[in-house]
């Protein structure tokens, strides 16, 4: 393990919440200070969209598939060694999965119980998307996730030591300050801020904070397992992988978005949490191409762009939605056949897929008392 200390910063929250663009500027921002960073990737399956894509951008990253966490805490502190045996980083940037909560009593306290020589441990910050936050606190309608779905939303709000506003440039200053204002008044114990790692906006005090204050101690999270396990139950993953090719070469944006935007329509009306999909070309020089969707009622947009054509390569898809698997498989088999249909010369191979809900969370550890 590291010395002297690395630096353990987590950023969690919902699905959607725009976590992996926040780890890719904080990682771009630690790097420009001489700073060593492996970041440390989260999800349920298995080919995962959110490390191609800080992979493409040239991190170092390790992913922990199959499982939160929370259940995999052993799986993180390997991964954490495999990095530090490769890159010694100086801080580790960890992105928990978006249905996770409870993190702090079952990673971080442990953490620091057993692994505190090595590590310091910065406060927890969770996202918010700022649109899916006004539906979710009653500050504005649209679509909203049932009961239990909403019960992990709130839960992990409930134990951040940050609340982070993600995608603050999508709001108005009056809407934006009336959003932080009822974040401050349902969860007081936490340090409330808005920022926009897109932009680049509003990050420097946020990014000072990971640095140089350490995670106080509190009372872990007061939850229940069963509420918190039917929440997650309620939640259908897709995770799928194509081989695309082309007669001539094809523009991959348009292919991505043709994709994005059928698939959104094979689902409704089911909330979608994010949709993210990925084209990486088979040659050239390691660019991908990227589009994600983070409720249903928008369009799907382009993160990442090709210049070029591309003739053949392969396509991430992640889906995480308020739906049942066996629509979703549905969904994306007639997606297939729509994209084909309406784009003659390309060819979609299906080279794997799965669809299935998260099981019961069963942390590995979980430190009930307030860590010292």
Not at 299 to 306: C, D, I, K
């Amino acid at each position: 393990m590291p010395t002297p200390k690395a630096r353990y910063i987590m950023l969690g929250g919902f699905l959607g919440a725009g976590k992996t663009t926040a780890v890719a500027a904080l990682a771009r921002h630690l790097h420009a200070q001489g700073l060593r960073v492996g970041l440390i990737t989260n999800d349920q399956g298995y080919e995962l969209v959110d490390t191609a894509l800080l992979r493409a951008q040239g991190f170092s990253t390790e992913e922990i598939l199959g499982g939160c966490f929370c259940c995999r805490f052993n799986s993180l502190v390997e991964a954490a060694t495999r990095l530090t045996e490769a890159t010694r980083p100086d801080i580790f940037i960890a992105e928990p999965v978006g249905s996770c909560t409870d993190l702090v009593a079952t990673v971080t306290y442990p953490l620091r119980r057993i692994y505190g020589d090595h590590f310091e441990i910065a406060p927890l910050s969770v996202l918010v998307d700022p649109i899916r936050a006004e539906r979710m606190l009653g500050l504005a309608p649209g679509g909203r996730f049932s009961d239990k779905v909403q019960y992990i939303y709130r839960k992990q709000l409930e134990e951040a030591d940050v609340i982070v506003v993600s995608k603050a440039d999508l709001l108005d200053s009056t809407r934006l300050s009336l959003l932080k204002d009822r974040l401050a008044a349902e969860f007081p114990h936490a340090t409330i801020l808005a920022a926009s790692a897109r932009s680049g906006s509003e990050l420097e005090p946020w990014f000072t904070l990971l640095e140089q204050a350490e995670q106080g101690s509190r009372p872990p999270l007061r939850i229940d397992y069963d509420t918190y396990a039917e929440g997650e139950s309620l939640l259908g993953w897709l995770n799928a992988t194509l081989q695309f090719t082309a007669s001539s070469p094809a523009d991959p944006n348009q292919v991505l978005q043709t994709l994005a935007t059928t698939l959104k329509t094979q689902l409704h009306p089911a909330e979608i949490a994010h949709l993210k999909m990925t084209l990486s070309p088979d040659t050239g020089l390691g660019g991908i191409a990227a589009v994600h969707l983070v409720r249903s009622d928008y369009v799907p947009e382009l993160s990442l762009s090709l210049e070029e054509p591309v003739a053949s390569g392969q396509i991430i898809v992640n889906v995480r939605a308020e739906a049942d698997p066996d629509r979703m498989q549905t969904g994306l088999a007639e997606t297939l056949l729509q994209t084909l249909a309406s784009m003659p010369g390309i060819q979609l191979t299906l080279e794997h897929q799965e669809f299935f809900r998260p099981g019961r969370p069963e942390p590995t550890h979980r430190d009930t008392a307030i860590c010292p």
